[in-house]
């Protein structure tokens, strides 16, 4: 399998390259150059199978010849060893149609482990036996940051530097970043914004002096391992609700679109997705391309949803990049129209296209919350605000009573126990796994949100190659 760049101009690369390079060099985003075809045999055979033989099953045509299935099975199951929940990414009932699809049994507790306890495993195995050191950079509004640094931790040949904003992610989300000491991460909190933190991030691999200096690699979904690794739980669950017979709908509570493209991805594919519902919070610039086509950037505004609390959505491209056709040279500059205006308006063929498996829900503060009183009053299960905003929208969805919904459970409710109090009156306890978190030490530095500041702080203590 190649990957090609979604601005039609950068080098062409198998998996490993594609892996190891995050970002294009053309600025573009990596998408496979065809979409492997599951057929209906293919799909009715994942029944009965384990997480870790279904990501074997799923990712083996992504990863083409860069891994034998031997290789591959083993580091799915060291990388899904690690989840607390025998079914790694276990279905809830929630009442007659609506299902959740918890995501959080890994080691730091949202959605983000599924990929990156595999992407940890997929660096070391690519860099074993090379003279290659690997510098990642990543954004992170929260739940990226402690997953990726939980994966890459210590591990030789790998240096972590991720950007958060400063004191717009939850207490639990700080501290599983800054307390882990290894001397190969270096936490960074920025003064701005996600969005601030992931410009400052695309801005250093266009640098491409600094970004060959130090061989620049990513963990945000910029990088296509992380978002082939979040097929596998559509497929997943969409097989124990009966899927290829039945066709299933999910609400998926969206910020950078990757989760969400990668249900896009299982529906192309062949998996029968009767909708993908793109549920926003206040931050809603998906919400205006599916319902307008206005994809225009707005102001950024501070939610108990922290981790949705973003505009430009990088994953939002590589959607682009099918709706016009695969034509690189169109997408490069629709794209840098949008960087200089910060606005896009879909034409009309682009935008009807995305009606066709999308619809989508903005779910406002008072909603969310009651959202999750709902949950915890009528379903019995407390739900993190994030979550909440996809089960609101499932709740909302004009779609056929007997397709089953099932709202991707991105969090667990103790990342955000104050927003979960506040609505339910409930306060999470800590899970075991994180029970020491306020004991211990904090280490990172604050930053201005300024390319020069950023590249000289990495420049000083990262490995030159
Ligand atoms: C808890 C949680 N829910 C949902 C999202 C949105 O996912 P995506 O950015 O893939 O759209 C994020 C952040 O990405 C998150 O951390
Ligand atoms: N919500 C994310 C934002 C970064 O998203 P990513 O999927 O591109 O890594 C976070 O928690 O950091």
């Not at 972590?160 to 207490?171: A, D, N, Q, T, Y």
Request: aromatic share 8%; net charge negative; with cysteine.
């Amino acid at each position: 399998m190649q990957y090609i760049s979604t601005r039609g101009s950068a080098q062409a690369l198998g998996f490993e390259g594609a892996t190891l390079a995050g970002l294009a060099s053309d600025g573009g985003l990596y998408v496979p150059e065809s979409w492997p075809q599951f057929s209906r045999a293919d799909i009715a055979a994942l029944a009965g199978l384990s997480y870790a033989e279904t990501a074997v099953r799923v990712l083996a045509p992504f990863v083409g010849d860069a891994l034998s299935e031997e290789e591959l099975r083993d580091l799915c199951e060291a990388a899904y060893g690690r989840f607390s929940h025998k079914a790694v990414t276990p279905l809830v009932q929630l009442d007659e149609r609506n299902w959740l699809l918890e995501l959080f049994h890994g080691p730091t507790l949202a959605f983000k482990d599924v990929a990156l306890q595999l992407l940890g495993l997929l660096f070391e195995r690519f860099l074993s036996g090379k003279d290659r050191h690997l510098t990642v950079v990543g954004a992170t509004s929260g739940d990226t940051g402690s997953a990726a640094i939980d994966a890459l931790a210590g591990r030789e040949k790998v240096d972590i530097f991720m950007l958060h904003p400063k004191g717009r992610v939850s207490e639990v989300q700080r501290r599983q970043m800054t307390t882990v000491l290894a001397p190969n991460v270096h936490n960074i909190a920025i003064e701005g914004n996600f969005d601030d933190a992931q410009r400052l991030v695309k801005a250093m691999f266009g640098d491409a002096q600094f970004a060959d200096r130090f061989t620049l690699s990513a963990v945000n979904s910029i990088n296509w391992a992380r978002l082939a690794a979040q097929i596998v739980y559509y497929f997943y669950s969409a097989v124990r609700l009966g899927a290829p017979d039945r066709a299933i709908a999910f609400s998926v509570p969206t910020g950078n679109f990757g989760d969400v493209f990668a249900g896009y991805a299982a529906a192309q594919m062949g998996l029968p997705v009767a909708r993908l519902i793109v549920a926003t919070n206040v931050n809603d610039i998906l919400h205006r391309a599916m319902v307008a086509g206005d994809y225009s950037v707005g102001e950024l505004t501070p939610t108990p949803a922290p981790s949705m609390d973003i505009q430009v959505s990088s994953n939002f491209e590589r959607l682009l990049f099918d709706l016009y056709d695969r034509d690189g040279d169109i997408l490069s500059s629709v794209m840098s129209s949008f960087e200089t205006s910060r606005a896009l308006k879909l034409d009309d063929r682009a935008h009807s296209r995305i009606g066709k498996l999308f619809s989508s829900a903005r779910i406002d503060n008072d909603a969310m919350s009651m959202a999750m009183r709902h949950a915890a009053s009528e379903m019995g299960e407390i739900i993190d605000p994030h979550t909440a905003i996809g089960l609101s929208a499932a709740i909302s969805a004009d779609l056929a009573p007997d397709i089953p919904i099932v709202t991707l459970a991105t969090a667990h409710p103790a990342k955000f126990r104050d927003a979960v109090e506040r609505a339910t009156g409930q306060r999470p306890a800590l899970p075991a796994r994180i029970s020491g978190l306020f004991e211990r030490e904090e280490r990172y530095d604050t930053l201005p949100g300024e390319l020069q500041a950023i590249e000289a702080y990495i420049a000083e203590r990262a490995t030159e190659t």
